[in-house]
């Protein structure tokens, strides 16, 4: 009764947090283009489900990944195995990242559009090995004391030292793929990891130690990426452009397009199960505490990452591209920003990463951080930056520019936003492109800079997943500053 009832609870509440969508939706549809969805019942059934995923998602969460993940960090520290935590770091780093669809899609796109120049699965790889590589770095840092702030201004100096140096062609891809390597599973997963290591050691600071992995694994890639692309446009060949991908059957084959989905679900979850399970039961030879409530809790959260996937499907990506292609059909400059804007906020107000995250971040710093007060100001940051970079395709200015004059404003910030701060601002721009953002906002740039004349697919199509992850972060660290400014502002602990 009590699980039955939490479940009741957070499907309330996602209802309550995918209005802003439904507004945005029938603001545009009534006042802008005066028209009705064709099927408004498939937009509420698709509504609904997507709401019963996060539900179904959140409370998987609690009772699996969270606990295990931090149980992990806490049996890993109590033995002094630094020698199987940092393989382990590695691991789950490397399984998050290379089944992510969203990486997979991304890297597709990139050989698409680069006429086979760029290689869709050393892509993956190149990916995929720095955000392991990072994990490690990660684990160092927490179990080391180090400060976050300085990995992450040394290491974004180098990210636009490159993006100064990098070919043109490949620098929105690359801040692209640091947007997309954290998802909706690996990112609860990894802040447990980040949040047990610094529970299990004395001294550490839940806020600032204990997150911070999420934004290092964001940064890194864009550096692996850079250096692929500019080895790939200064040594590499022509390349051979692959042939277009078919249509993916016929839509309304529900039968086919469930079985594949649910597979794409698996695939995702089945690496990081499978390096849990296996230092669990086999480098650490312990059995999983309360095994069944875990397999639950796995259980329902591939079932709900399906069913949110699958509510996405139905009613609000087909009219979310619909409303795009409205928009840059009527070339009303003012109405696509506003759109911009609007669709940034609502779609970050709905995202499970952030909800979760949101929560977690809460309970680590009573009476500083509200977790509905973060949420908004990360949406109103990720609104922004995709504002911004529908602004930069309309109008043409290169994105290095705009992209590194972003990152140079977070990097001040750095220096003046209070330090308990910067790894969860950094961390929460991360979270923001994930499952419900990504494919919208990845149709919308493309769209735009196929639309746009002058425009180059490659070079302009791609970066506004980048805006949506930076915006926020400078977003999160002024609403610090003006906390600390206005302490009265708090929100005091229960």
């Not at 802003?20 to 059934?45: E, G, H, N, T, W």
């Not at 995702?268 to 312990?286: D, K």
């Amino acid at each position: 009764m009590e699980h039955l009832n939490r479940f009741a609870g957070e499907f309330l509440k996602a209802l309550k947090n995918l209005l802003p969508i439904v507004l945005v939706v029938v603001l545009f549809q009534l006042l802008v283009f005066r028209s009705i969805p064709d099927d408004p019942l498939q937009l509420v059934a698709g509504l609904v489900i997507v709401a019963a995923g996060i539900a179904l998602f959140l409370h998987g969460l609690d009772l699996s990944i969270f606990p295990v993940g931090k149980n992990l960090a806490n049996q890993f520290v109590r033995r002094g195995a630094l020698g199987l935590l940092l393989p382990f770091g590695f691991a789950i780093g490397f399984a998050a990242s290379v089944a992510e669809p969203a990486v997979i899609a991304v890297a597709e796109q990139a050989q698409l559009v680069s006429q086979g120049r760029i290689s869709a699965l050393v892509l993956r790889f190149v990916i995929a090995v720095s955000v392991g590589l990072v994990m490690v770095l990660g684990v160092l840092r927490v179990l080391r004391g180090w400060a976050v702030y300085k990995l992450l201004i040394a290491g974004y100096v180098v990210v636009l030292l490159l993006t100064y140096a990098a070919p043109p062609e490949i620098i929105g891809i690359a801040y692209d793929s640091g947007g997309v390597t954290t998802n909706i599973v690996s990112v609860p997963l990894i802040a447990a990891i980040g949040l047990g290591l610094a529970n299990s050691i004395r001294g550490r600071s839940l806020l600032a130690d204990g997150f911070g992995l999420v934004a290092l694994c964001v940064m890194v890639p864009m550096i692996g990426v850079q250096l692929y692309g500019t080895w790939v446009y200064t040594f590499g060949g022509a390349g051979t452009a692959p042939s277009a991908a078919g249509s993916g059957g016929d839509p309304g084959d529900w039968v086919v397009g469930m079985i594949l989905g649910l597979a794409s679900m698996v695939r995702e979850v089945l690496p990081i199960v499978g390096v849990v399970l296996f230092f669990q039961y086999v480098a650490l030879r312990r059995r999983l505490a309360h095994p069944l409530r875990v397999v639950v809790g796995f259980v329902m959260v591939l079932v709900g990452l399906y069913a949110f996937v699958v509510g996405l499907k139905l009613g609000l990506f087909p009219l979310g591209t619909l409303m795009a292609e409205q928009l840059i059909e009527q070339g009303v400059p003012a109405l696509i920003l506003l759109f911009s804007l609007l669709i940034g906020f609502a779609v970050t107000m709905a995202e499970p990463a952030l909800l979760a995250i949101g929560e977690q971040a809460e309970d680590a710093s009573p009476g500083r951080i509200s977790a509905f007060a973060v949420r908004v100001i990360v949406a109103a940051g990720v609104a922004l930056g995709i504002a911004f970079g529908v602004f930069r395709i309309l109008t043409g200015g290169p994105f290095h520019y705009f992209i590194m004059a972003a990152y140079a404003v977070a990097i001040v910030l750095v220096f003046l936003a209070p330090k308990y701060i910067i790894a969860l601002a950094f961390d929460l721009g991360g979270v923001t492109t994930s499952e419900v953002t990504v494919p919208l906002v990845t149709a919308l740039g493309i769209g735009l800079a196929a639309a746009v004349d002058g425009r180059d697919v490659l070079i302009d199509g791609f970066g506004l997943i980048a805006f949506a992850s930076v915006f926020p972060v400078i977003a999160v660290m002024v609403y610090a500053m003006v906390m600390e400014k206005f302490p009265l502002l708090r929100r005091e602990p229960a």
